[in-house]
């Protein structure tokens, strides 16, 4: 899927806690830096105290994430972050290639890949799920 038109977006972030249960609410913004730039920022809080911290930078002309930083805490504590720090070294992040996740154990190189992330197509439907997979049921 390529990324919506800004306005489209637009409406998806601010409409999330509507269109999850399992989210109880949301701080995340677009605010406009440029006539085809925008940053995303804020959280996301889901049942059982997870916190999806976002930061998008995206260029709605070109179609693409410049950039983004994911994180997700349980009580400010560090479950996983999401990043596109290449380490071509690891073989076992290929299929995904740059993008991956850390999770515990040992947080900072336990690297996991992460299918649905990408620069060219909305991350927030596949960090949602990945959320929403971690909540007890």
Known sequence: MAFPPRDAYERFIYSLPTLHPEIQSSTLHLYTNSPTTCLVRGSIWFRNRLELRVFEYLDFAD???????????RDEEPVRWYDSQPHPENLALASTFPHHYHEHPDIKHNRQPVPGISFTAPNLPTLIADCIALLPT
């Open 63 to 73: 179609g693409e994430l410049l950039d983004y930083r994911y994180a997700l805490l």
